[in-house]
């Protein structure tokens, strides 16, 4: 399968794409600072199928550079926006850097490529949220940019899923993860979140389009 993944440099979108290559998907990954990533190069080197994409997503022809990285790939069956940030203040330049990141860059990414995911057989369109993105489940509060930015993602997700009816869809939580983001406290391992999220993935069918699910499947309030 062809798949596409962005911020795949580190933490679980890394995860993810290694998780795809082994699986013997053709992996399409966006980074910004490949450079940064001695891994990426590795990957590079072991995997023919690994095409890596340096792009800012950020970038105001973000949408056009895309495609062009994209013109030889007719197709995509999954993308994952995994790409987001955690900014853990609360002033206006947070809050627009968080909503930007997470929740206004996934929905370019998808409506850019929903005519290469048309044409796949079985598509499927994951974006990475967070259950700090559910209204119901909020009981410490804080975090206000992070959690308004992230239930605004899994609006966006709802509704692609209701105006493309042939797309499957999903939001996830990849549970409290060991990542830079998530600090050596975290209770879980990449690995272990990641194998957690293709299993999701694999096993995501049409009626169960545009749910909201942790990486063990578990069914999450909005």
Known sequence: MNVFITGISKGIGLALTTEALNKGHRVFGVARNPESSPELSSLIKSYPDFHLINLDLLDPKAEEKLLMEL???????????????????????EFLKSFEVNSFTPFL???????????????????????????EETSSGGAYAYRASKAALNMINKSLTVENK??????????????????????????????????????????KSGSFLDYQGAKLPW
């Open 71 to 93: 013109k030889e790939c007719s197709s995509l069956d999954i993308v994952i926006n995994n790409a987001g940030i955690y900014e853990k203040g609360s002033s206006r330049e």
């Open 109 to 135: 990414v998808s409506h850019t490529l929903l005519p290469k995911l048309k044409m796949s057989k079985n598509p499927k369109l994951i974006h990475i949220s967070s259950i700090m993105g559910s209204i």
């Open 166 to 207: 042939w797309l499957t869809t999903a939001v996830l939580h990849p549970g409290w993860v060991q990542t830079r983001m998530g600090g050596e406290s975290a209770p879980l391992e990449i690995k272990e979140s990641s194998s957690g999220l293709w299993k999701v993935i694999e096993g995501l069918s049409p009626e």
